[in-house]
């Protein structure tokens, strides 16, 4: 197979990747070159003949943190630009070896991506003579680069949207995928004030497989940007600038945040964004708190910290763990024989939870009371929250343990991935398994937010599905390794899912996997558009688990608008929004909220086998309003 061939199979195998999600690019190399002592002003591109092992460590670096697209060191690679530095007779040559040191790191396991950047002629200039030499400049500069070997063309940081235009058309010719990433202005928009939408259906135009844009500022201006063009239907990047710049002889130098740059990513990939990477000021440790999140999206891609997990039993045993619908398995009769939760899905009880989350401090007793009340009332159970938002709790599993010797009711505990290692996890739950704790809701958990601790760091050396896995082992007897373990485990499995989601197909697929994982039960997000519900209930159905919808009766205009614009997957539609502004007025907002949420509990009758309140602000009275003639109230104990 020759160079061009291969490089074929695997552009089409990019668009595959770009297409399914979760896609990461690597971060910027400029910056790593200032950081081991290429000063500011020499060329970096000619760096990859002076100093190839430099280049060579840079993109090591970036594959090991986990990036799975390697951009060579070519931006600024083309003949006009060269000239600057005085060499234009070596063009030819530094691209053809910045391709090959890319391709030495990457190998087989990463895509390389020949990297072009603006020739830095203005719009006036484009259609004059000096625009013409820059054009050409750039498409001799894209064939060697095609001719070395990539596998793809990123057309980046271009400011001048005609000249990023012509070069797709022009880079089309060539039968390779083509990236088209434009620089927006600090507002927004184009720098002839075009919309994000208008610039995506332009470069869509022109040929570009994949849409984005890059440079120009930080993760806030790039959500803003490219969030509108994934409405087109084209893969989206998005690349942000990592911290504020200072600008030193012509050169970006950022001050970067790995944890703030970290819960970007997941707001992107949540918003429907397919592919991301970094931009100036990005280092290698971004690109590793980025493949955490990324690996959240798309469990298959290649990451760094790969934690295999032996799903099969050792020898002796009878068979492969089984990755079958409760229905179909064995696993369903022995539902009911995990915990009280168990039995009464089993059953085919309407099953109810209300979350009562830890205290801020060290005192139980309005939480003690406050499920005693639910459980009176008629709900089956509560939930607990692990950190919920990121924020310092006392540990759920104490808290469960002291509910239950309380009251006797069996919580569902939530196990987030995102504070312990795969070591620790293993532990933890463990431990929860000998202190009687039975019912669980894995989750992968969002990335730490800023805060009172702004060094603490997210481990997801796993995420909900990989640990789903380990979980269905340990019910099975069986450890991560494969080797038997002295009893199996007793867990009922549940596991999240959001109706609402931005790319609903690709939440349902991972969904399917979170069931063949071994999720005895889903708990959803709550959404308030019926129809969403309606079309998510009708197609998870096929899936065979039974489904808790999440409701969260709203509070107030403000906690309804609070919702909408912070956290992904709950867009409320504007009539809900408008009922809860006029309900706000009256001084009625708490009736109204809890109105809504019944009106939505009633239109998911029959596809449902339980509800999952989440009462704002800890008011759990209002779950037990939505419930009304939902549940029975239990007789009183003697």
Same mark, same amino acid.
């Given at each position: 197979? !020759?160079?061009?061939?291969?490089?074929?199979?695997?552009?089409?195998?990019?668009?595959?990747?770009?297409?399914?999600?979760?896609?990461?690019?690597?971060?910027?190399? $400029?910056?790593?070159?200032?950081?081991? $002592?290429?000063?500011?002003?020499?060329?970096?591109?000619?760096?990859?003949?002076?100093?190839?092992?430099?280049?060579?460590?840079?993109?090591?670096?970036?594959?090991?943190?986990?990036?799975?697209?390697?951009? !060579?060191?070519?931006?600024?690679?083309?003949?006009?630009?060269?000239?600057?530095?005085?060499?234009?007779?070596?063009?030819?040559?530094?691209?053809?070896?910045?391709? %090959?040191?890319?391709?030495?790191?990457?190998?087989?396991?990463?895509?390389?991506?020949?990297?072009?950047?603006?020739?830095?002629?203005?719009?006036?200039?484009?259609?004059?003579?000096?625009?013409?030499?820059?054009?050409?400049?750039?498409?001799?500069?894209?064939? /060697?680069?095609?001719?070395?070997?990539?596998?793809?063309?990123?057309?980046?940081?271009?400011?001048?949207?005609?000249?990023?235009?012509?070069?797709?058309?022009?880079?089309?010719?060539?039968?390779?995928?083509?990236?088209?990433?434009?620089?927006?202005?600090?507002?927004?928009?184009?720098?002839?004030?075009?919309?994000?939408?208008?610039?995506?259906?332009?470069?869509?135009?022109?040929?570009?497989?994949?849409?984005?844009?890059?440079?120009?500022?930080?993760?806030?201006?790039?959500?803003?940007?490219?969030?509108?063009?994934?409405?087109?239907?084209?893969?989206?990047?998005?690349?942000?600038?990592?911290?504020?710049?200072?600008?030193?002889?012509?050169?970006?130098?950022?001050?970067?945040?790995?944890?703030?740059?970290?819960?970007?990513?997941?707001? +992107? +990939?949540?918003?429907?964004?397919?592919?991301?990477?970094?931009?100036?000021?990005?280092?290698?440790?971004?690109?590793?708190?980025?493949?955490?999140?990324?690996?959240?999206?798309?469990?298959?891609?290649?990451?760094?910290?790969?934690?295999?997990?032996?799903?099969?039993?050792?020898?002796?045993?009878?068979?492969?763990?089984?990755?079958?619908?409760?229905?179909?398995?064995?696993?369903?009769?022995?539902?009911?024989?995990?915990?009280?939760?168990?039995?009464?899905?089993?059953?085919?009880?309407?099953?109810?939870? /209300?979350?009562?989350?830890?205290?801020?401090?060290?005192?139980?007793?309005?939480?003690?009371?406050?499920?005693?009340?639910?459980? %009176?009332?008629?709900?089956?159970?509560?939930?607990?929250?692990? $950190?919920?938002?990121?924020?310092?709790?006392?540990?759920?599993?104490?808290?469960?343990?002291?509910?239950?010797?309380? !009251?006797?009711?069996?919580?569902?505990?939530?196990?987030?991935?995102?504070?312990?290692?795969?070591?620790?996890?293993?532990?933890?739950?463990?431990?929860?398994?000998?202190?009687?704790?039975?019912?669980?809701?894995?989750?992968?958990?969002?990335?730490?937010?800023?805060?009172?601790?702004?060094?603490?760091? $997210?481990?997801?050396?796993?995420?909900?599905?990989?640990?789903?896995?380990?979980? %269905?082992?340990?019910?099975?007897?069986?450890?991560?390794?494969?080797?038997?373990?002295?009893?199996?485990?007793?867990?009922?499995?549940?596991?999240?899912?959001?109706?609402?989601?931005?790319?609903?197909?690709?939440?349902?697929?991972?969904?399917?996997?979170?069931?063949?994982?071994?999720?005895?039960?889903?708990?959803?997000?709550?959404?308030?558009?019926?129809?969403?519900?309606?079309?998510?209930?009708?197609?998870?159905?096929?899936?065979?688990?039974?489904?808790?919808?999440?409701?969260?009766?709203?509070?107030?205009?403000?906690?309804?608008?609070?919702?909408?614009?912070?956290?992904?997957?709950?867009?409320?539609?504007?009539?809900?929004?408008?009922?809860?502004?006029?309900?706000?007025?009256?001084?009625?907002?708490?009736?109204?909220?809890?109105?809504?949420?019944?009106?939505? +509990?009633?239109?998911?009758?029959?596809?449902?086998?339980?509800?999952?309140?989440?009462?704002?602000?800890?008011?759990?009275?209002?779950? %037990?309003?939505? +419930?009304?003639?939902?549940?029975?109230?239990?007789?009183?104990?003697?």
């Amino acid at each position: 197979m !020759t160079s061009q061939e291969s490089s074929s199979n695997l552009g089409a195998l990019f668009l595959d990747r770009a297409a399914e999600g979760g896609l990461l690019f690597d971060g910027a190399v $400029g910056t790593q070159l200032y950081e081991r $002592g290429i000063f500011l002003n020499q060329c970096f591109e000619q760096v990859s003949i002076t100093q190839p092992r430099l280049i060579k460590q840079v993109h090591r670096d970036y594959f090991e943190a986990g990036a799975e697209v390697l951009t !060579t060191n070519t931006f600024g690679a083309n003949r006009m630009r060269l000239a600057q530095h005085g060499l234009e007779n070596m063009w030819k040559e530094i691209n053809r070896v910045s391709v %090959q040191l890319a391709k030495e790191v990457g190998s087989e396991h990463a895509f390389i991506a020949g990297s072009v950047g603006p020739s830095g002629v203005t719009l006036d200039e484009l259609s004059r003579p000096k625009g013409r030499e820059a054009l050409q400049s750039l498409t001799d500069q894209i064939q /060697v680069l095609i001719e070395a070997g990539v596998d793809l063309i990123c057309l980046e940081t271009f400011p001048v949207l005609q000249e990023l235009e012509i070069m797709v058309e022009r880079a089309k010719e060539y039968g390779v995928p083509i990236v088209a990433l434009y620089t927006f202005q600090p507002d927004g928009r184009g720098s002839e004030g075009q919309s994000p939408l208008a610039v995506a259906q332009r470069l869509i135009e022109a040929g570009a497989d994949v849409i984005g844009s890059n440079c120009g500022g930080g993760p806030e201006l790039l959500y803003k940007v490219t969030t509108p063009m994934v409405e087109l239907g084209y893969p989206v990047l998005a690349q942000a600038n990592a911290g504020r710049p200072e600008l030193i002889e012509g050169r970006s130098i950022y001050i970067a945040n790995h944890e703030y740059f970290s819960v970007y990513t997941r707001r +992107l +990939l949540k918003a429907g964004i397919k592919v991301v990477g970094g931009c100036c000021g990005t280092t290698p440790a971004h690109i590793r708190k980025m493949a955490n999140v990324t690996r959240m999206f798309n469990p298959q891609s290649r990451r760094s910290a790969n934690i295999q997990i032996n799903t099969r039993e050792p020898q002796g045993l009878d068979s492969a763990i089984p990755r079958l619908p409760l229905a179909d398995s064995e696993d369903h009769s022995r539902l009911a024989e995990r915990s009280a939760l168990g039995h009464a899905l089993a059953r085919g009880d309407f099953v109810t939870s /209300v979350e009562v989350n830890p205290p801020l401090g060290f005192n139980l007793s309005a939480k003690i009371e406050a499920t005693r009340a639910l459980y %009176q009332a008629g709900v089956s159970t509560i939930n607990i929250a692990d $950190g919920p938002r990121a924020s310092v709790r006392m540990s759920n599993i104490a808290m469960a343990q002291k509910v239950t010797s309380e !009251t006797g009711v069996e919580p569902i505990v939530h196990v987030c991935c995102r504070d312990r290692s795969f070591l620790g996890l293993q532990s933890h739950l463990l431990g929860a398994h000998v202190m009687g704790i039975r019912n669980l809701v894995v989750i992968t958990g969002d990335p730490p937010k800023m805060g009172p601790f702004p060094h603490s760091t $997210g481990v997801y050396d796993l995420d909900s599905i990989e640990l789903l896995r380990v979980l %269905q082992g340990y019910n099975h007897g069986v450890d991560p390794a494969g080797k038997e373990m002295p009893e199996p485990c007793s867990f009922v499995l549940a596991t999240g899912a959001e109706p609402a989601a931005s790319d609903y197909t690709h939440e349902l697929r991972r969904l399917e996997m979170k069931r063949d994982a071994g999720a005895d039960f889903v708990m959803t997000q709550p959404v308030y558009d019926p129809k969403q519900v309606e079309r998510f209930l009708l197609d998870a159905r096929e899936l065979n688990l039974p489904i808790l919808m999440g409701l969260c009766p709203l509070a107030s205009f403000r906690n309804a608008i609070f919702l909408h614009e912070n956290v992904p997957g709950m867009k409320i539609p504007d009539a809900i929004l408008n009922r809860m502004r006029e309900a706000d007025a009256q001084g009625r907002a708490e009736a109204e909220g809890v109105k809504i949420a019944r009106e939505s +509990l009633e239109a998911a009758k029959g596809l449902i086998q339980g509800a999952y309140l989440m009462p704002p602000f800890g008011r759990t009275y209002l779950a %037990q309003r939505v +419930l009304e003639g939902w549940i029975t109230p239990r007789e009183p104990s003697h």
